[in-house]
């Protein structure tokens, strides 16, 4: 297939391939998702989940194909204005210095402002809404390195949101949270998404979530033949499938063959009060 130019103000990933060491991780992606959306990607561990949001954003180059925001080459955006367009939530963050919960939040302004400069007024001002948006306003001076994991979560989503971007990427934002926070950090996320028209894609772990708060699903495969320290992969010599079994809505996606295919298991679907929900067999 040849590189498709996309113009409509989505994310397009075209034939997307990357190799760690001639470790095939990912093997011909190709995703349309569609602006304001709210995708997930979903599979087993070293399926190359972080590994393709990490592409995405621009923070590893692939040996082939191109990611398009907005209709632009990521590979040749300028950092700076990847920084204005796409908001980045890694797993991890953690700090051994007790910033207040504002300055943590006020770095997400650093792409507008130069040099050697300081924020002004109006940084303060949207790094305080930001913060108010995730319901976090009354935190602001607390100590970033004494407030819980999932007020943590939800004050990185803030920073985030301090860039004003118009795409949020999500790498399991529910980790090492307590049910409570999984379900008020993933509706937060989606209630952004509606409000603010944000384009969100995220990995996630529990396909119930990926059922209940998603507009589509990416369902991935690990790739046969091996595993490295960034996820599973194939020497560059061996045939692939691919890494996608399938792109599209929830309801479409996460049926039993696709989930056997992704994860190996057995699963029965259960309807309650017009949900869905996967049980393992």
Not at 92 to 110: E, N, Q, Y
Not at 181 to 195: E, G, I, P, S
Request: with cysteine.
């Amino acid at each position: 297939m040849g590189v498709i130019r996309t113009d409509d103000g989505g994310i397009r990933v075209s034939d997307v391939n990357l190799l760690y060491d001639r470790v095939l991780v990912l093997d011909e992606v190709t995703l349309n998702l569609k602006r304001g959306s709210v995708t997930t990607l979903l599979g087993p561990n070293g399926c190359g989940k972080t590994t393709l949001l990490k592409v995405i954003n621009g923070l590893l180059k692939p040996n082939g194909g191109t990611i398009y925001v907005e209709g632009k080459n990521v590979a040749i955006m300028n950092p700076r204005d990847l920084a204005k367009t796409i908001g980045h939530v890694s797993q991890i963050h953690k700090t051994s210095f007790p910033f207040s919960v504002l300055d943590v939040v006020l770095t997400g302004r650093m792409p507008y402002i130069s040099a050697f400069s300081m924020p002004g007024a109006g940084d303060l001002e949207i790094a305080e809404r930001s913060l108010s948006k995730v319901g976090m306003g009354h935190l602001s001076q607390r100590p970033y390195t004494q407030i819980s994991g999932g007020e943590r979560q939800l004050a990185m989503i803030a920073r985030a949101l301090a860039q004003e971007p118009r795409f949020l990427i999500l790498d399991e934002p529910t980790s090492y949270l307590d049910f409570k926070n999984q379900v008020l950090v993933l509706k937060m996320v989606t209630d952004l998404a509606r409000k603010g028209d944000f384009t969100v894609v995220m990995t996630l772990h529990d396909p119930n979530h990926a059922l209940m708060f998603s507009d589509e699903v990416v369902l991935m495969r690990k790739l046969a033949g091996g595993s490295d320290e960034n996820g599973g992969g194939l020497r560059d010599d061996e045939p692939s499938r691919g890494n996608v079994v399938a792109f599209g809505r929830p309801s479409e996606v996460m049926i039993p063959e696709n989930i056997a295919e992704a994860y190996g298991i057995r699963v029965e679907i259960l309807e309650h009060n017009g949900r869905r929900i996967l049980l393992p067999l």
